[in-house]
DNA sequence: TATTGTTATACTCTATAACTATA
DNA sequence: TATAGTTATAGAGTATAACAATA
């Protein structure tokens, strides 16, 4: 019965009512996955966040659509989204392109460009999808999804 | 069956295939439930972030640790944790002392003010957490506690 | 007048690199 | 040498306020 070596036994924290907090769960999930996201991304020499990824599909669904439109889609700013549209439009992914029926918008396409990382991005979020889900069954996956919509919907009524 | 004026209707995006991604749910669950723990502080007077609130949590739990215990357990940089510290301190709720047995290390501790303000702010976020949770069951609390676990071993372990 | 996009500005969170005091 | 805390610096995300162009 003999320990390893081990240094220095890291000794876990107590952590004491925050492991039964869904809040603190949650943020723990949510931070895990961001960050798998970012290595699946990095494995394949690409660098889109999730915030990026999603932006883009929006755009790609909904050809056309305004800043202003894409802002609250997003629930930001308007003035957020400037600097992140400048990044992808200089990343030549998308474009602003003048509305003709009104002059105050711009209307946001993706390029031909744009479209063909968008598809090798969603074959990249299929894989860390099929990671993170990985302990689970897809019977649970629909039960956690159903749940945080719940969750989602309990948090914005006030 | 006339409808309200409806000076624009908002006509929803097409999010594609985004509502079926665990990630991007789980992103819009956190973001939710993030914007009621602010307006839950922000309600009762108080202006903590749930970070925030979490360390208090653990240094109130395993008073005396060292900076760099506390970053390996938040999962930040200790860099990044200095200047949160600071903010903490100047609002008189936690002290860096001296440790006796390591000249490197600083002894975190709560003030009594900390300590006041830790069990305050523990009200609000048990208040807080019946509103994120207030279209669940007790059962499925669990149930998304234990699935949101898995998805986070799933996402760490690369 | 109201709306859209932009800019200026500010704050927080995050990191890396380099410095210092100590071990 | 290695570790702990700090500082300098930088990038991203977020916001508010004010401005120009357009409706």
């Known amino acids: 019965m003999s320990r390893p070596p081990a240094k220095q036994r890291p000794a ?22 961001f960050d798998d996201f970012a290595a699946t991304f990095a494995a394949a020499g690409e660098a889109t966040t999730p915030g990026e990824f999603g932006l883009l599909v929006l ?30 439009q200089g990343r030549g992914l998308l474009v602003r392109r003048r509305s003709p029926t009104d002059g105050r918008t711009h209307a946001l396409a993706l390029t031909p460009q744009g479209a063909k990382a968008l ?25 956690l ?3 945080l919509e719940r969750v989602h ?6």
């Open 12 to 33: 876990p924290l107590d952590r004491g009512l925050l492991p039964s907090l869904l809040g603190y769960v949650l943020r723990r999930a949510q931070s895990a996955v």
């Open 59 to 88: 755009v790609d669904r909904n050809a056309g659509l305004s800043q202003m439109t894409l802002a609250r889609a997003l629930g930001i700013d308007r003035s957020t989204l400037v600097p992140i549209l400048d990044r992808l």
């Open 119 to 143: 598809a090798r991005y969603a074959r990249l979020v299929r894989r860390h999808e099929q990671r993170i889900a990985a302990r689970l069954s897809a019977a649970e996956i629909r039960t």
């Open 145 to 147: 999804i159903d749940l």
């Open 153 to 158: 919907r309990g948090a914005r009524s006030r």
